[in-house]
């Protein structure tokens, strides 16, 4: 099917490539191929429809929708009214306008503070009858109230936005305006009693199409409003850029540490693929197969090189390497599978070729560029024959193009993948220049429009993409002259980060064999610890886990069970506070948990040096404390573990952990207190195997704990006790 809304959580609606019909260069989607004058919903139809975004950002849905019907209700009285946007109201007789605006004020005692932002706007239509019966002064506050609501209706299919064109739809059928033929009397009640009756989908289609594609009558109306708004939004309010709300952070340690392992690892290959060339060396003649072979191998490493050793990875520079490298790979794969002996000679030729051309076009010129080694262009144009004996191919050194030679090479994948994304960096297509040199403005009233972003772009990495192509050129090059095993070993940080100790492996084994959880017949598995797994900088210890962690199900996908797995606002406090990556937790709530956060936030907690563990490991089918008799029998091996994990500073969430841990009474409002006369100190705790660990206490930050005092005692600490 044409429309593709397979991903629930992005409800858009969207035609993939195959709904698209081809004319000529270029692929139309179905609504372009319709003849009808576009009207947008953000620059034009969603400001007049104000008084209702404001509605909707003002109240709770329900008593917003409830409002609306109130405002249809008058329509139904009023047929005249049907058309109840800005501009048709401030079209409206001065009786009949004020009489409306009463009936929306007499809906509850909060509607004129809820419609005041209006008086922002003295453009607005019908602004003398507006503002005689929204006489409050305006504010800094109605800004904000305005901002917030429009956010919430800038994406035309949002439910806000849906539910703001359900009212002009709604106020257009009841005033007589817009029937319905039998065959449609479900979507005509489904739009009448929404959103409680049908199919949503369909209904909320229905209402988006409707309001769409109904025009407006045309009247002596004010249709300059949209612009206007619009204008003194922008010229009231100041921009808001998006690396200035939202700054992500590159972790510097990180890719210090997989550049060192990628700078290895191309001198690894480097004496590798030297040995191989002379291995397979047979002549001193010109060789046209073997070193054009062995040239593409050698030229994508040095690719690869430069990638890591100049930090060209989130570059733009980076992508025209990736593009090289494509172009690299395709030529190699298409002559490996022709393997004729011509056309081998045609693309050493084709570069002789230029080689020259280049030479002599410098011959002419007056002003020569400095980075081009005529000298040498002339040494390649004469290497394999005297010049005057190169002929210069002003085509392609074969009677083809790039695409044509993927889908015989069977790279096409490869060739749609990057190719076309890639050569918009190198012809500076719109595309490119949008991603590297604009951001959005945050601020919804200014439409979220682009600004020149203040920094320099941090894209996305190009290292593994380019990684995996170097790679498939070595596979390549092993077939051409077998056999060549040697390839680029990604980096990988759980080698080093997330490797359980054998020993703690032992320990948690015996965690699992927990003979009370077999006695009861306790379905849910035991959460274990997570982190940094030697000399962690802090080890953060909990009492024990609840079916709320998702690590505890038998039908959970991952890897790993620790402590607070898919409760994602444990981790948000976390990131509050610097201990997580605040990407992680941003991804976390807009598309839900996923099994690989796991690995993510693991890793961010090893960054931060913090194993997270809970000195209960049984899991347990309620949030009730476990008794004394459970906590004693799993304390002495929990001994083992913390002696094994060996943590320079403990934090115990909660009053029962640290006394049990330094058989000490505690009120934590104590500790607090000393934080905040900055004389807190940690508590020793008591001899676990002939040492003894210093213990920092702190509330515990979810549920029935108290998360702002949380974040003041884990604040202190992180600051005052982190390496």
């Known amino acids: 099917m044409y429309l593709n809304s397979n991903n629930k959580k992005n409800k858009k609606?969207?035609?993939?490539?195959?709904?698209?019909?081809?004319?000529?260069?270029?692929?139309?989607?179905?609504?372009?191929?319709?003849?009808?004058?576009?009207?947008?919903?953000?620059?034009?139809?969603?400001?007049?429809?104000?008084?209702?975004?404001?509605?909707?950002?003002?109240?709770?849905?329900?008593?917003?929708?409830?409002?609306?019907?109130?405002?249809?209700k008058f329509v139904e009285n009023n047929p005249e009214c049907y058309l109840v946007?800005?501009?048709?109201?401030?079209?409206?007789?001065?009786?009949?306008?004020?009489?409306?605006?009463?009936?929306?004020?007499?809906?509850?005692?909060?509607?004129?503070?809820?419609?005041?932002p209006l008086m922002l706007f003295q453009t607005l239509p019908g602004f003398s009858e507006w503002k005689k019966l929204l006489n409050d002064a305006v504010s800094e506050k109605d800004w904000k109230r305005l901002g917030d609501a429009v956010l919430k209706v800038l994406w035309h299919q949002s439910e806000a936005a849906t539910d703001c064109r359900w009212v002009k739809i709604l106020c257009r059928m009841v005033g007589g305006k817009m029937k319905f033929d039998i065959s449609m009397k479900d979507t005509a009640r489904g739009i009448i009693e929404y959103p409680n009756y049908g199919d949503l989908r369909k209904i909320r289609s229905s209402i988006r199409a409707a309001e769409i594609t109904l025009e407006s009558q045309k009247r002596n109306l004010d249709y300059s409003w949209p612009q206007n708004f619009w204008k003194t939004c922008f010229e009231k309010t100041i921009c808001s850029p998006e690396s200035v709300a939202y700054k992500e952070k590159l972790d510097a340690k990180t890719w210090e540490t997989s550049r060192r392992h990628y700078l290895?690892?191309?001198?690894?290959?480097?004496?590798?693929?030297?040995?191989?060339?002379?291995?397979?060396?047979?002549?001193?003649?010109?060789?046209?197969?073997?070193?054009?072979?062995?040239?593409?191998?050698?030229?994508?490493?040095?690719?690869?090189?430069?990638?890591?050793?100049?930090?060209?990875?989130?570059?733009?520079?980076?992508?025209?390497i990736l593009r090289s490298l494509v172009e690299c790979l395709i030529s190699f794969a298409y002559l490996l599978k022709e393997d004729d002996p011509d056309l081998w000679k045609n693309y050493r030729g084709y570069g002789t070729g230029q080689a020259k051309l280049i030479y002599l076009k410098l011959q002419e010129l007056k002003d020569k560029s400095v980075s081009i080694n005529e000298k040498m262009m002339n040494e390649i144009a004469n290497e394999d024959v005297w010049q005057e004996f190169v002929s210069i191919n002003i085509g392609q050194w074969d009677k083809t193009d790039l695409r044509k030679m993927s889908e015989k090479a069977g790279l096409k994948d490869v060739y749609d993948q990057y190719y076309n994304w890639?050569?918009?960096?190198?012809?500076?297509?719109?595309?490119?220049?949008?991603?590297?040199?604009?951001?959005?403005?945050?601020?919804?009233?200014?439409?979220?429009?682009?600004?020149?972003?203040?920094?320099?772009?941090?894209?996305?990495?190009?290292?593994?993409?380019a990684l995996k192509i170097v790679n498939d050129i070595y596979e390549l090059l092993s077939k051409a002259y077998p056999v060549f095993e040697e390839r680029i070993k990604p980096y990988n940080s759980n080698m080093k980060r997330n490797k359980i100790p054998e020993e703690l492996l032992k320990i948690y084994?015996?965690?699992?064999?927990?003979?009370?959880?077999?006695?009861?017949?306790?379905?849910?598995?035991?959460?274990?610890?997570?982190?940094?797994?030697?000399?962690?900088?802090?080890?953060?210890?909990?009492?024990?886990?609840?079916?709320?962690?998702?690590?505890?199900?038998?039908?959970?996908?991952g890897k790993r069970r620790y402590p607070f797995i898919g409760i994602r606002h444990f981790y948000r406090f976390l990131s509050e506070i610097g201990f997580i990556d605040r990407k992680i937790v941003d991804d976390i709530y807009k598309h839900g948990w996923q099994v690989e956060d796991e690995d993510r936030i693991e890793k961010s907690l090893y960054n931060s040096s913090i194993y997270i563990t809970n000195l209960v490991k049984c899991t347990q089918p309620h949030p009730k404390v476990p008794n004394k008799r459970i906590i004693e029998e799993d304390f002495n091996l929990f001994k083992q573990e913390l002696n094994t994990v060996s943590p320079r500073y403990i934090i115990t969430f909660g009053i029962l952990p640290f006394k049990i841990l330094t058989g000490k009474d505690i009120r934590l409002k104590d500790y607090l207190a000393k934080i905040r006369k900055n004389t807190y100190k940690p508590v020793e705790s008591i001899d676990v195997f002939s040492r003894r660990y210093n213990i920092l206490s702190c509330y515990f930050p979810v549920g029935r704990g108290d998360q702002q005092k949380a974040k003041e005692m884990l604040s202190y600490i992180r600051g005052k006790y982190s390496k």
């Open 264 to 320: 290895e690892e191309t001198r690894r290959l480097r004496m590798s693929l030297i040995d191989h060339f002379l291995q397979t060396s047979v002549t001193t003649a010109i060789d046209a197969r073997h070193e054009a072979c062995f040239g593409f191998a050698f030229y994508s490493f040095t690719l690869f090189t430069e990638i890591t050793l100049y930090k060209l990875d989130y570059s733009v520079v980076g992508r025209m």
């Open 509 to 557: 084994k015996q965690f699992d064999n927990c003979k009370r959880c077999k006695q009861e017949n306790n379905p849910l598995l035991h959460i274990l610890g997570g982190g940094r797994f030697k000399n962690p900088q802090f080890l953060f210890l909990f009492i024990n886990s609840t079916y709320l962690n998702i690590s505890s199900h038998k039908d959970y996908k």
């Open 13 to 72: 609606m969207e035609t993939d490539l195959s709904g698209h019909k081809r004319y000529k260069k270029w692929l139309q989607p179905p609504l372009s191929q319709i003849k009808f004058t576009l009207s947008s919903w953000i620059n034009e139809r969603m400001p007049d429809m104000l008084w209702a975004v404001l509605a909707i950002g003002f109240w709770p849905r329900e008593k917003a929708l409830a409002f609306f019907r109130h405002i249809a």
């Open 422 to 465: 890639t050569s918009g960096y190198i012809h500076a297509s719109w595309v490119a220049i949008r991603e590297t040199v604009y951001e959005r403005c945050f601020n919804p009233l200014h439409r979220l429009h682009r600004l020149p972003t203040r920094d320099f772009a941090k894209l996305l990495s190009v290292t593994l993409d």
């Open 85 to 116: 946007t800005l501009a048709a109201i401030g079209g409206l007789s001065v009786d009949k306008r004020l009489k409306l605006i009463k009936y929306m004020l007499s809906w509850s005692d909060d509607t004129k503070e809820m419609l005041r």
